[in-house]
């Protein structure tokens, strides 16, 4: 917080809609005197949690507002920028992509007659348990299996049911 101008300000005060919010602090101020050419880099201090939707953008972007008072009475106010006094710049966080998925597929096979041997004509029973291991949200998730394509085609041939689908529909 620089007073670029050639009066005393007094009653300087920042503003900052995301650090204003309910996921942000901003503590300190207001300046009671900020006098002309003067920096202040203390009085002011803010923090935000991050949240999924910040996770999943992988980027936080916010703005603040320095108000001061003048001499005459008046406010003068800027808004913020990353990096320039001249500029008015949103401030950019990157956050790290952290995105993962884990595919575990669980067999059982159906002796339909119970006789303890495989027969022609019986099945096998898949079960799929999908899980994001990352920490960001997934969406469209989709399995392929080409066992299971060509079991499908087979099976509904002879009007039979190939396999079942349980098991991680919460997770897809
Ligand atoms: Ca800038
Ligand atoms: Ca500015
Ligand atoms: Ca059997």
């Known amino acids: ?32 005197t900020l006098a002309p050419g003067a920096t202040d880099t203390t009085t002011f201090s803010g923090s935000y949690t991050i949240q999924q939707s910040d996770i999943d953008a992988q980027s936080v972007s ?45 067999s059982t096979f159906n002796d339909e007659n119970g006789d303890g041997f495989a027969q022609l004509g019986e099945t096998i029973s898949y ?23 060509r079991l499908t085609a087979a099976l509904l041939a002879a009007y039979r049911e190939p396999c079942t689908w349980s098991g991680g529909h919460d997770d897809l």
């Open 62 to 106: 916010n703005q603040a507002t320095a108000t001061g008072t003048t001499p005459d009475g008046d406010d003068v106010s800027d808004l913020s920028d990353d990096n320039s006094n001249l500029e008015n710049d949103q401030t950019d966080t990157d956050l790290p992509d952290d995105s993962d998925i884990l595919l575990l597929k669980e």
């Open 127 to 149: 079960s799929f348990t999908v899980t994001n291991t990352g920490a960001t949200t997934l969406t469209d998730i989709t399995i392929t299996d080409p066992l299971l394509w």
């Open 1 to 32: 917080m620089t007073n670029s101008g050639a009066t005393t300000l007094t009653n300087v005060t920042v503003t900052d809609p995301l650090l204003d919010g309910a996921n942000g602090t901003l503590t300190g101020g207001p300046i009671a």
